[in-house]
């Protein structure tokens, strides 16, 4: 969201005075020395701390369509009162945290774990060609994420090579206008040399990518497509920031010349009207951004106790506790539901 030095220092002066930390960090001195950064994980935190607050208003005010899985189709649904295993249709509304929790989770399964698709679409090359990994986010919650082990990173790394000398970070200012212009590269100018290389490789992406062609319509999950569903998921973990191990990757491969895609079109008008920083000011809420810097065991401010097999509470020192969903939750910001909702 931040372009130049000047830019920079202005908006994390804002946000560091919004968030009530101006005594710990000083922009000047923490952030540059001769224009380099010297204190970098202190950045990173507040960035992946600010960017969730950006996405979270996205998923929050965006007017999605009802997603919705058939019985049979979701084992774990999230829940105030844990996980629960539904036995009919589930409806989701990607608006409501519970909901959102419940989607990441179940694709993840869907694509990944279960069985489920393959009554649909038997023997499909690309349902449950990925292995299983857990990512943290906001040190405290967790989500399945789907990797592969073909190594679409390395087209990644020809892009980089190409158009940003090798560079591992790209500018994430536009990223889904960054993910259009992957998509568009790998369709009309990448060499894929590595798969050239390796024929081993050629028949398991020939296999992939035409599993991916078989379902991308398909509307087994209501008015989105499946391909729609595969970008929300990208979207909620890998916030749409592309690099060597997101999932992103291989939706991206698999697009070929159909690039255009209504969920990314829908992220890129968004991140064009929403540049500004004082947009998510309101939802800023401090004790979201000191709780990861917590430590969930040895914390001597946070105290952390289960309440079931899906939440938390967390207490800051003698405070009210808040609720906090440890699975399938991409975007950790307790304090700011806590407020919007109670």
């Not at 649909?120 to 399945?144: A, D, M, S, W």
């Not at 698999?254 to 991140?271: P, R, S």
Request: hydrophobic share 35%; net charge negative; proline share 3%.
């Amino acid at each position: 969201m931040f372009t130049d030095r000047n830019e920079f220092l202005s908006q994390m002066e804002s946000v560091i005075s919004s968030l009530e930390i101006a005594k710990d960090l000083n922009i000047h001195t923490d952030f540059f020395h001769g224009g380099s950064v010297i204190n970098s994980s202190k950045i990173n935190y507040i960035y992946q701390y600010i960017d969730d607050v950006f996405m979270d208003y996205f998923f929050r005010t965006y007017d999605f369509k009802e997603i919705i899985f058939p019985k049979g189709f979701c084992y774990e649904q999230i829940t105030p009162k844990g996980i629960v295993h539904p036995d009919s249709d589930i409806i989701i509304h990607l608006n409501h945290l519970y909901d959102r929790c419940t989607f990441a989770n179940n694709i993840w399964r869907l694509f990944g774990l279960d069985n489920y698709l393959f009554t649909v679409f038997p023997k499909n090359g690309f349902i449950k060609q990925f292995y299983l990994n857990r990512k943290i986010f906001g040190l405290h919650t967790e989500c399945g994420v789907l990797l592969n082990e073909i190594p679409f990173n390395k087209d990644l790394d020809e892009y980089l090579d190409r158009y940003y000398t090798g560079k591992s970070c790209i500018n994430q200012q536009f990223r889904g206008i960054e993910v259009l212009r992957y998509a568009k590269f790998l369709y009309e100018e990448c060499e894929h040399s590595i798969y050239n290389c390796h024929p081993s490789y050629q028949l398991k992406i020939h296999n992939f990518s035409r599993g991916f062609s078989q379902i991308r319509e398909s509307h087994l999950f209501g008015e989105y497509t499946i391909e729609d569903i595969l970008f929300i998921y990208a979207l909620l973990t890998d916030k749409f920031i592309l690099n060597e191990d997101a999932f992103l990757l291989s939706i991206c491969y698999c697009l070929g010349n159909k690039i255009e895609n209504d969920i990314l079109a829908t992220f890129i008008g968004y991140e064009t009207l929403t540049q500004d920083y004082h947009i998510i000011e309101p939802y800023i809420c401090s004790k979201d951004l000191y709780l990861r810097f917590a430590s969930h065991t040895n914390s001597k401010a946070f105290k952390f106790n289960n309440i079931n097999d899906a939440i938390d509470s967390v207490q800051l020192f003698e405070q009210e506790r808040v609720s906090l969903i440890r699975i399938g939750n991409t975007m950790p910001l307790p304090y700011l539901y806590k407020k919007l909702y109670n």
